[in-house]
Structures are given as structure tokens and as C-alpha cells.
């Protein structure tokens, strides 16, 4: 049965952005307790879970990863100890951000795809502040992220897949309305302090 590589995972979990509900349903409104940031919701939500998951890192004395730009220098095969520096930190930091051993969460797709995550590590423990449920927001946010997929795989309309995920998709909205909640909180904070140091 194929897997998803653990990369293209590590993307489905980090970016909460869900292009098929823009035709589907717009995002409750964020509380008026606290001036949004200016980011889209999707954004707003990104940015709070790096937040979470760059302390996290941080309070275990790893950096946080962030995209290379430019050529990557040293990473030919040839120079030994040079490269198992790099290797074993990059190494740690993936344990640390996206949790170690045997996979707590896992759902098969219609199309034959199964997809698993782990429930410690700092991705998940950003998730759990955020989204409060977890194993509830993998378990919808993979169906909806796949929606399309299974459409497709199944030869039915999209709307005809929506239609057999309803409760999912109002799974989803609930969740990623109060991730945004939460996250537009914790942003305006951060914020806050940020013009106001003590």
C-alpha cells in the first residue's frame, strides 16, 4: 500500500490553507476581543503555530528550520565529518518538530494513501494549543485536504465527495475557527509587547 513521503505530510500539517472551501464556506468571524492582525486567516494561523513550534525548539536548545535560499554548499557526498554535523542536527530538530517512534495517528484515503502523525513532538503540541482536538483536526484536515484526490480516484463530482464529508468539513470549520481565535490572540500579544516592552 504507497505512503505519503514524510515531507509532502510535514507540508499537509503545516499549512492549514484549504483552497476547496473558498467555493464551499467562508471562515466564521474571528471574535471582536481583539483587533485581527493584518494577515489573511490562513496566515494568521501559519504564524502562530511557528511561533509555538520556533519556543518549542528553542526550549530544547534547537534552531528552528527555516527554507534555504541560494546553492547549499557541502552537500556532495565526499566530505565525511563536515556533512554528519549538519546531518545529525537536521536530524534531531525533524525528531523534536514532528515527534519520534511509532505513528499514534493514521487514516487510509479512499484513493489507497494512508497518512500518520505523530501526537508528541512540537508540531502537535502547537496543533493541540491551537486546535484543542488534535486527533480530531488530522483526521478532518486530511480528508479535506483530500477531497479532490478522492473525487477524482472515485470518478464522482467534487460536490458529491463534499456532500459525503459534511460532518468532517463542520469539524473543520469549528476547529480552524478557533485556531483562529486562538492564534489572532496570541499574534495581537505578541504584538503588543512588542510595542510595549516591560
Same mark, same amino acid.
Request: proline residues 9%.
Given at each position: 500500500?504507497?505512503?505519503?513521503?514524510?515531507?509532502?505530510?510535514?507540508?499537509?500539517?503545516?499549512?492549514?490553507?484549504?483552497?476547496?472551501?473558498?467555493?464551499?464556506?467562508?471562515?466564521?468571524?474571528?471574535? /471582536?476581543? #481583539?483587533? %485581527?492582525? /493584518?494577515?489573511?486567516? !490562513?496566515?494568521?494561523?501559519?504564524?502562530?503555530?511557528?511561533?509555538?513550534?520556533?519556543?518549542?525548539?528553542?526550549?530544547?536548545?534547537?534552531?528552528?528550520?527555516?527554507?534555504?535560499?541560494?546553492?547549499?554548499?557541502?552537500?556532495?557526498?565526499?566530505?565525511?565529518?563536515?556533512?554528519?554535523?549538519?546531518?545529525?542536527?537536521?536530524?534531531?530538530?525533524?525528531? /523534536?518538530?514532528?515527534?519520534?517512534?511509532?505513528?499514534?495517528?493514521?487514516?487510509?484515503?479512499?484513493?489507497?494513501?494512508?497518512?500518520?502523525?505523530?501526537? !508528541?513532538?512540537?508540531?502537535? %503540541?502547537?496543533?493541540?494549543?491551537?486546535?484543542?482536538?488534535?486527533?480530531?483536526?488530522?483526521?478532518?484536515?486530511?480528508? %479535506?485536504?483530500?477531497?479532490?484526490?478522492?473525487? /477524482?480516484?472515485?470518478?464522482?463530482?467534487? #460536490?458529491?465527495?463534499?456532500?459525503? &464529508?459534511?460532518?468532517?468539513?463542520?469539524?473543520?470549520?469549528?476547529?480552524?475557527?478557533?485556531?483562529?481565535?486562538?492564534?489572532?490572540?496570541?499574534?495581537? #500579544?505578541?504584538?503588543?509587547?512588542?510595542? &510595549?516592552?516591560?
Amino acid at each position: 500500500m504507497p505512503h505519503r513521503p514524510w515531507p509532502l505530510l510535514a507540508a499537509l500539517l503545516l499549512a492549514p490553507s484549504l483552497l476547496f472551501l473558498s467555493a464551499c464556506a467562508k471562515s466564521p468571524t474571528v471574535p /471582536a476581543t #481583539a483587533p %485581527a492582525p /493584518a494577515l489573511p486567516p !490562513d496566515d494568521v494561523i501559519r504564524s502562530a503555530q511557528q511561533q509555538l513550534t520556533d519556543g518549542c525548539l528553542k526550549r530544547q536548545g534547537l534552531t528552528p528550520p527555516r527554507p534555504r535560499h541560494g546553492n547549499s554548499s557541502g552537500s556532495g557526498s565526499g566530505s565525511g565529518s563536515a556533512d554528519n554535523g549538519p546531518s545529525q542536527t537536521q536530524e534531531r530538530t525533524a525528531a /523534536a518538530l514532528f515527534g519520534t517512534g511509532r505513528t499514534e495517528l493514521s487514516i487510509e484515503l479512499p484513493t489507497g494513501y494512508t497518512v500518520r502523525a505523530h501526537t !508528541d513532538g512540537c508540531l502537535a %503540541a502547537a496543533q493541540r494549543t491551537l486546535y484543542g482536538d488534535q486527533r480530531r483536526w488530522f483526521e478532518v484536515s486530511t480528508i %479535506a485536504n483530500n477531497l479532490k484526490p478522492e473525487a /477524482a480516484y472515485r470518478h464522482r463530482t467534487l #460536490a458529491s465527495v463534499r456532500a459525503e &464529508h459534511r460532518q468532517e468539513l463542520a469539524d473543520w470549520r469549528t476547529l480552524r475557527a478557533r485556531a483562529l481565535h486562538h492564534a489572532t490572540t496570541r499574534l495581537t #500579544a505578541h504584538q503588543q509587547r512588542e510595542k &510595549h516592552p516591560s
